[in-house]
């Protein structure tokens, strides 16, 4: 049976690919935040996450997603057992939603606004995975190796202060901060001893 992160991934595909191709479609799935404050299109909030601006943008979400989202759905199967992957799937689908707030508090207003892509879900799952496993090496770039728990630290880090930076770019930093903190969220009630464990194996990870 297929995984359900996979699923996820290969649903995304499907829909990034053929609205890139589509450019109509892609804009009645955007976080349009405007529009869901003047016209009520609520589904936009989950839509937008199932959506590239192009391959690029698409190859590095899933690419982070299909390394740790299996790591991620077997740690709510683990939890949950048969309601695992389900339970998975909302996780993945609120952590979209979470992670759009702010962005839809600021622009509501502002009829040029729009977003779109799966970063703050993602961001989600990745920060779990750092929490399961803080001292596992991650290649930026695919070149430079640092430990998880430290790319944990500066990832939360920099999306916090591009945030601030919002309006000189077209980058959803928002949504990566916000994500972020909603993985974090979410492991401190499923596993509140979590980060007790994370301290204690960074601790005997220093080199002290």
Same mark, same amino acid.
């Given at each position: 049976m297929m995984d359900t992160n996979l699923i996820i991934i290969i649903f995304t595909a499907v829909i990034s690919v053929y609205v890139i191709y589509n450019p109509a479609y892609k804009s009645r799935l955007l976080h349009y935040p405007y529009n869901i404050k003047m016209h009520g299109e609520y589904y936009r909030l989950i839509s937008? /996450?199932?959506?590239?601006a192009d391959y690029i943008h698409l190859f590095f979400n899933m690419f982070t997603l299909y390394f740790f989202g299996g790591m991620v759905e077997e740690l709510f199967t683990a939890k949950f057992g048969m309601w695992g992957d389900t339970i998975f799937v909302l996780f993945y689908l609120t952590a979209i939603i979470f992670s759009c707030l702010p962005s839809q508090r600021k622009h509501a207003d502002n009829p040029a606004y729009a977003a779109l892509g799966a970063s703050g879900a993602v961001s989600a799952v990745l920060l779990i995975a750092i929490i399961m496993r803080p001292t596992?090496?991650?290649?930026?770039? /695919?070149?430079?190796?640092?430990?998880?728990?430290i790319l944990g630290i500066g990832y939360i880090w920099y999306s916090n202060r591009a945030s601030k930076q919002q309006q000189r770019s077209n980058i959803g930093h928002d949504a990566h901060l916000y994500g972020a903190l909603y993985g974090c969220l979410i492991m401190l009630l499923m596993y509140p001893a979590s980060y007790s464990r994370m301290i204690q194996e960074i601790i005997e990870w220093l080199p002290i």
């Amino acid at each position: 049976m297929m995984d359900t992160n996979l699923i996820i991934i290969i649903f995304t595909a499907v829909i990034s690919v053929y609205v890139i191709y589509n450019p109509a479609y892609k804009s009645r799935l955007l976080h349009y935040p405007y529009n869901i404050k003047m016209h009520g299109e609520y589904y936009r909030l989950i839509s937008n /996450g199932f959506i590239h601006a192009d391959y690029i943008h698409l190859f590095f979400n899933m690419f982070t997603l299909y390394f740790f989202g299996g790591m991620v759905e077997e740690l709510f199967t683990a939890k949950f057992g048969m309601w695992g992957d389900t339970i998975f799937v909302l996780f993945y689908l609120t952590a979209i939603i979470f992670s759009c707030l702010p962005s839809q508090r600021k622009h509501a207003d502002n009829p040029a606004y729009a977003a779109l892509g799966a970063s703050g879900a993602v961001s989600a799952v990745l920060l779990i995975a750092i929490i399961m496993r803080p001292t596992m090496t991650l290649l930026i770039y /695919g070149i430079l190796p640092v430990p998880a728990w430290i790319l944990g630290i500066g990832y939360i880090w920099y999306s916090n202060r591009a945030s601030k930076q919002q309006q000189r770019s077209n980058i959803g930093h928002d949504a990566h901060l916000y994500g972020a903190l909603y993985g974090c969220l979410i492991m401190l009630l499923m596993y509140p001893a979590s980060y007790s464990r994370m301290i204690q194996e960074i601790i005997e990870w220093l080199p002290i």
